[in-house]
């Protein structure tokens, strides 16, 4: 990549945690291998999937198994009564693997190995055979509802509630905190890309809404560490891509769930401006504001070539 790839201080992926248990430290052990490139992406798409196979299944089974030889009631919640078994439900379990993995990617600078080898390991997930997954309560015939995995992309919702939990824990608490500045451009990026690539839509947690606009008197109103993450999102070529293309279809964004309009385009646009032409700011801040402001006009020019349109 083209990009300024910006110096970052040793960052540990935070995988584990201490109250894991046997269970979590053998699901977790693929995204470890990952980490230690010990597995392939292949290899380690592979043992997920075979894990989620194996525990819904055997979940599935144990609930069919309960109710050959039991009475199965409706308690006051209408849900019904396999005496304290759970519900296969792999999509919370796909969930789990995608909080895992976007506190992981908060270590791993943009486009470095390490990130590139996780974006690998969802695209082989993809790319796996298709297989519907149990989800819920099994009706009288042991049927019960099914999710098509790993299709991935904005129609699997429940994904991007892992990483708006997220948010929480990783923005910066302190300005003097490289780590945690850091851990923040990181995980707007992984973010970018995710949605850019289709993964998992996180276009409303992305920190460009962050920005408060500068005036032409040179105010400082941002945050360094604000400013390189919210660029993250159009500083490299796919995501910002993705952002424009957004961007051209509609005026202005009423609702948060569809964050991109043609004015706020223009509004960061003219906020990098202001950034990279700002002494306030650092140096690394406004040599990022500025590759950002030229991709976004780079991408302009891209595709007003291409369809023969105007700016937004």
């Not at 040793?10 to 291998?33: C, G, I, Y």
């Not at 819920?136 to 042991?142: H, L, R």
């Not at 109103?221 to 961007?247: F, G, K, M």
Request: proline residues 6%.
């Amino acid at each position: 990549m083209t990009s300024e790839n910006l110096a970052s201080p040793t960052l540990v992926p935070e995988l584990f945690e201490h109250w894991d248990d046997e269970e979590d430290l053998r699901w977790k052990a693929p995204l470890d291998a990952l980490i230690n490139n010990t597995q392939t992406p292949l290899q380690a798409a592979q043992t997920v999937d075979n894990i989620v196979r194996a525990a819904t299944t055997e979940r599935l089974q144990k609930l069919i198994e309960y109710a050959s030889s039991h009475d199965v009631t409706v308690e006051e919640d209408g849900l019904p009564d396999f005496g304290g078994l759970g519900p296969p439900n792999a999509g919370p379990i796909a969930d789990t693997f995608m909080r895992w993995f976007g506190r992981v990617c908060m270590a791993f600078s943009p486009y470095s190995e390490s990130q590139n080898r996780f974006m690998q390991f969802l695209e082989e997930l993809r790319n796996l055979p298709r297989w519907m997954a149990p989800e819920g309560y099994p009706n009288e015939n042991g049927d019960c509802s099914r999710t098509e995995f790993w299709s991935f992309g904005y129609n699997w919702v429940g994904h991007e509630d892992e990483f708006r939990g997220l948010l929480g824990d990783v923005k910066p608490k302190y300005y003097r905190d490289p780590a945690a500045h850091n851990r923040w451009r990181n995980f707007q990026h992984i973010m970018a890309r995710l949605t850019a690539n289709k993964f998992v839509y996180c276009a409303p947690f992305n920190a460009l809404f962050d920005l408060e606009p500068s005036s032409a008197s040179k105010s400082k109103p941002n945050l360094e560490y604000d400013i390189i993450a919210a660029a993250q999102w159009v500083i490299w070529p796919t995501e910002c891509s993705y952002v424009y293309q957004e961007c051209l279809k509609q005026e202005t964004a009423t609702f948060y769930w569809y964050p991109w309009a043609k004015d706020q385009w223009q509004q960061w646009k003219r906020e990098f401006e202001l950034v990279g032409e700002n002494v306030q700011y650092d140096d690394q801040a406004r040599s990022v504001a500025r590759q950002a402001l030229q991709r976004m006009k780079d991408i302009e020019e891209e595709v007003r070539t291409l369809h023969n349109i105007g700016n937004p």
